[in-house]
């Protein structure tokens, strides 16, 4: 089949081959590792300020404040809705305001479980799991249930003050 000759341009050929598209790729990986952002912060201390700042956004939702939940918001955020999306921290506030004047329940209490955070700069992506404990406002004997929501948030870090706040978000139950 193949006689002594033959095996030394063989492997000539399909290093050849081989090493161009293997520099390609490399070089293509380069350019784009090159162009995401340095991290800012050590993930840790990302996480840190992201459940800080979703225990304060809890707190403040639990206690029907839209105008204070507005403010975790971007001006130019996104909030993804079974309705359709709302664009803007006004927008958002004002959706606040109108289901905090009709909710029919009151929140008891009030977990959020992080599953996942990247960091990207001044940039994250955060996945978890909301779990609240609620009750008909209208009967305050009535058992307590639970009712947990799935969430994604991507973050953006403000350039003026260096608080993380809600560019992009998406809660499904």
């Excluded at 809890?58 to 999306?85: C, H, I």
Aim: charged letters at 25%; glycine letters at 6%; a neutral charge.
């Amino acid at each position: 089949m193949f006689r002594g000759r033959q095996w030394p341009w063989l492997f000539l050929i399909l290093l050849a081959c081989g090493g161009e598209s293997r520099t390609d790729t490399e070089n293509a990986m380069d350019s784009v590792l090159a162009e995401r952002p340095p991290a800012s912060q050590a993930p840790a201390s990302v996480m840190g300020e992201i459940v800080a700042t979703n225990v304060s956004w809890a707190d403040l939702y639990s206690r029907g404040n839209a105008e204070q939940v507005a403010l975790f918001y971007t001006e130019d955020a996104v909030l993804m809705t079974p309705q359709g999306d709302l664009t803007g921290a006004t927008a958002i506030g004002d959706h606040f305001r109108a289901l905090f004047a009709t909710r029919a329940d009151t929140i008891l209490a009030t977990n959020t479980v992080t599953e996942a955070l990247d960091v990207a700069g001044d940039r994250a992506y955060e996945t978890g799991t909301v779990t609240r404990m609620m009750r008909p406002r209208a009967d305050s004997g009535a058992p307590a249930r639970e009712v947990r929501v799935r969430y994604a948030t991507f973050w953006e870090r403000s350039s003026a003050d260096g608080r993380w706040r809600i560019r992009r978000s998406l809660r499904a139950p």
